[in-house]
Nanobody, 115 residues
């Protein structure tokens, strides 16, 4: 059974940092691109970042470039999202997903940026 499980999010002050992780199981983790997608309160899904299966190519939406870093450790079947200089508009539920090949989504984790 394919599973993607995000780590707990949390409450972060503006300007702060948080690292999310996503553990994959039930599939060959190193064989797939994986993405982070978020949903802010009252809004639709927004693609945030993606990484190729080897970890050599990374992509970001403009609003997080220079602040967020996606990475993966295929030996640990884990995806990461390091989020720095966080802003209130980063508040959202964050999902790790491969919607294209695996068609699988994590359960989501709440990240709230507030003072």
């Amino acid at each position: 059974q394919v599973q993607l499980v995000e780590s707990a999010g949390g409450l972060v002050q503006p300007g702060g940092s948080l690292r999310l992780s996503c553990a994959g199981s039930g599939f060959t983790f190193s064989g797939y691109w994986i993405h982070w997608v978020r949903q802010a309160p009252g809004k639709g899904l927004e693609w945030v970042s993606g990484i190729d299966n080897g970890g050599g190519r990374t992509y970001y939406t403009d609003s997080v470039k220079g602040r967020f870093t996606i990475s993966r450790d295929n030996a640990k079947n884990t995806l990461y999202l390091q989020m720095n200089m966080m802003r209130p508009d980063d508040t959202a539920v964050y999902y790790c997903t491969d919607p294209f090949d695996l068609g699988s989504w994590g359960q989501g984790t709440q990240v709230t940026i507030s003072s």
